[in-house]
């Protein structure tokens, strides 16, 4: 059984930063590619970002490119997303989420396992 759970979200003023977390057990963390989703009040799921199982590729929806960063560490099973220059529109609950692929989707169809999320507000 594998587990996520996500933290460092929080209320922040248009243009301030947040570094949200995830947390992996239950199995080999760097069999995983890894993904960052997020879902806005009556909107479907979005995906944000992406990153390999290596962590030597990582992929961004155009909407955050430039202002957020995914990364990972395998050593302490922890996937981050650095959240830069945050705007009114990227209030949300944001989902971590593990595949059991090499690189990378978009999909929320091809992970496997989710967190429960960790709401993210920006107020203007």
């Known amino acids: 059984q594998v587990q996520l759970v996500e933290s460092g979200g929080g209320l922040v003023q248009a243009g301030g930063s947040l570094r949200l977390s995830c947390a992996i057990s239950?199995?080999?963390?760097?069999?995983?590619?890894m993904g960052w989703f997020r879902q806005a009040p009556g909107k479907e799921r979005e995906f944000v970002a992406a990153?390999?199982?290596?962590?030597?590729?990582?992929y961004y929806a155009d909407s955050v490119k430039g202002r957020f960063t995914i990364s990972r560490d395998n050593a302490k099973n922890t996937l981050y997303l650095q959240m830069n220059n945050l705007k009114p529109e990227d209030t949300a609950v944001y989902y971590c989420?593990?595949?059991?692929?090499?690189?990378?989707?978009?999909?929320?169809?091809?992970?496997?396992?989710w967190g429960q999320g960790t709401q993210v507000t920006v107020s203007s």
């Open positions: 990153i390999s199982r290596s962590g030597g590729i990582t």
């Open positions: 989420a593990v595949g059991f692929m090499a690189y990378y989707s978009t999909s929320s169809r091809n992970y496997d396992y």
């Open positions: 239950g199995r080999t963390f760097s069999s995983y590619a």
